[in-house]
Nanobody, 123 residues
């Protein structure tokens, strides 16, 4: 499975961005797709996850109510709509895919990773 993330950029606080993650290859082996983020000097943290086929979603408390994860199976793409962005949302965002039977919140639980995309929120 190959994952290609895109959509990052610079936005003012209160603004919105939509990240995309296009999957290719053996996508039938994936059960969950997730988004993580990382700032320098800190561990990569869970942001959101979605069941690849069924659509159930899961969010970190820090983004609940502001971020929405969705997927378009026809395009093999997962999205992360980020609204009401805050400076503390600034990070490199990564998409990941998991084959396991439950969504994971730890990076080591994911099997495939895309390259990161930088999101910068100015105050």
């Amino acid at each position: 499975v190959q994952l290609q993330a895109s959509g990052g950029g610079l936005v003012q606080a209160g603004g919105s961005l939509r990240l995309s993650c296009a999957a290719s290859g053996r996508t039938f082996s994936m059960n969950y797709m997730g988004w993580f983020r990382q700032v320098p000097g800190k561990e990569r943290e869970f942001v959101a996850a979605i069941v690849w086929s069924g659509g159930s979603t899961y969010y970190a408390d820090s983004v609940k109510g502001r971020f929405t994860i969705s997927r378009d199976n026809a395009k093999n793409t997962v999205y992360l709509q980020m609204n009401s962005l805050k400076p503390e949302d600034t990070a490199v965002y990564y998409c990941a895919a998991r084959k396991g039977s439950w969504y994971g919140i730890h990076p080591h639980e994911y099997d495939y990773w895309g390259q990161g995309t930088q999101v910068t929120v100015s105050s």
